[in-house]
């Protein structure tokens, strides 16, 4: 097995997790204030990866730049997500979001020159059927 494998199902029931009760936070507190609270979730992570690496991260300006963009894609993502979430339906709203994988593939065809195979393709055109069906 993967090294990665195990990892990324850990992420992906977490995440199924996260969409369940993101939606439960947002009809109980609103997406402002749950997407707030929802930060400190954070906290803990942040400690452990803090003192793992001793607080040291090595100084690559593009890995820097890289790192606080996807922070930032990441927090206003989320902040949108709420939003969506305390308006639509979480069977419509998290299928619809998880499409991210789309937009990556596609931004890392576009500026990383990763190549694309015609099973990758079938995947990407799957995946939007998917979610149409799941939010008809």
Known sequence: MSSWLPLALVSLGLWGIWGVLAKVATQQLG??????LGIFGYVPVLSILLYETGGRVPWLPWGWAAALGAGLSTGFGLFFFFRA????????????????PVVTVTLSWLF????????????L???LVAVWLLSE
């Open 31 to 36: 997406p402002k204030s749950a997407y707030l």
């Open 85 to 100: 979430l305390h308006h639509g339906a979480a069977s419509v709203v998290v299928p619809l979001t998880s499409l991210y």
């Open 112 to 123: 990383l020159r990763e190549s694309l195979t015609p099973r990758q393709l079938t995947g």
């Open 125 to 127: 055109v799957l995946a």
